[in-house]
């Protein structure tokens, strides 16, 4: 049975391996310094404010994580909920744990919109936020910095 619960300080070690896990994965377009993840992690033990983490156990063995930002948005009328990565180590894949850490997500941070990025050829990513009800924006985004 799937546990999940949030992040906590004794998580370091399995918060590193999952994070820099997904960051050598095709789910990202390149990896991140070592130290953009420690900052992630100092900044949610400091506060929660604006980011926060759910890690996913299967018995004792951490399996996956969600990292959540919340924003507001005044087009959406409210809490923007941004799931910035959500991974599941490759040999727990297909047991429906992606599946459940979304859901636990929306259900824990009720909220009028929901967002995430994806890359283009993650299918079953996109197969998983399709059937979750995700949709495609209608337009492009822009960035300035890192």
């Given at each position: 049975?799937?546990?999940?619960?949030?992040?906590?300080?004794?998580?370091?070690?399995?918060?590193?391996?999952?994070a820099?896990?997904?960051?050598?994965?095709?789910?990202?377009i390149?990896?991140?310094?070592?130290?953009?993840?420690?900052?992630?992690f100092?900044?949610?033990?400091?506060s929660?404010?604006?980011?926060?983490?759910?890690?996913?156990?299967?018995?004792?063995k951490?399996?996956?994580?969600?990292?959540?930002a919340?924003?507001?948005?005044?087009?959406?009328?409210g809490?923007?909920?941004?799931?910035?990565e959500?991974y599941?180590?490759?040999?727990?894949?297909?047991?429906?744990?992606?599946?459940e850490?979304m859901?636990?997500?929306?259900k824990?941070?009720?909220?009028?919109r929901y967002r995430?990025?994806?890359?283009?050829?993650n299918d079953?990513?996109?197969?998983?936020?399709?059937?979750?009800?995700?949709?495609?924006?209608p337009?492009?985004?822009?960035?300035?910095?890192?």
């Open positions: 049975m799937l546990k999940i619960r949030q992040l906590e300080a004794r998580d370091k070690e399995v918060y590193f391996s999952l820099s896990a997904f960051y050598r994965s095709n789910a990202v390149h990896p991140v310094p070592v130290k953009n993840i420690e900052a992630t100092n900044e949610m033990m400091r929660r404010d604006y980011v926060d983490c759910y890690i996913a156990f299967e018995e004792e951490a399996v996956g994580f969600s990292l959540i919340k924003t507001f948005s005044q087009e959406a009328g809490m923007v909920i941004w799931v910035e959500i599941v180590y490759e040999h727990f894949r297909g047991k429906g744990y992606g599946n850490l859901k636990y997500i929306e824990h941070f009720p909220a009028p995430l990025e994806i890359e283009p050829d079953k990513a996109r197969k998983l936020y399709e059937r979750l009800g995700y949709k495609f924006l337009y492009e985004q822009m960035l300035k910095g890192i």
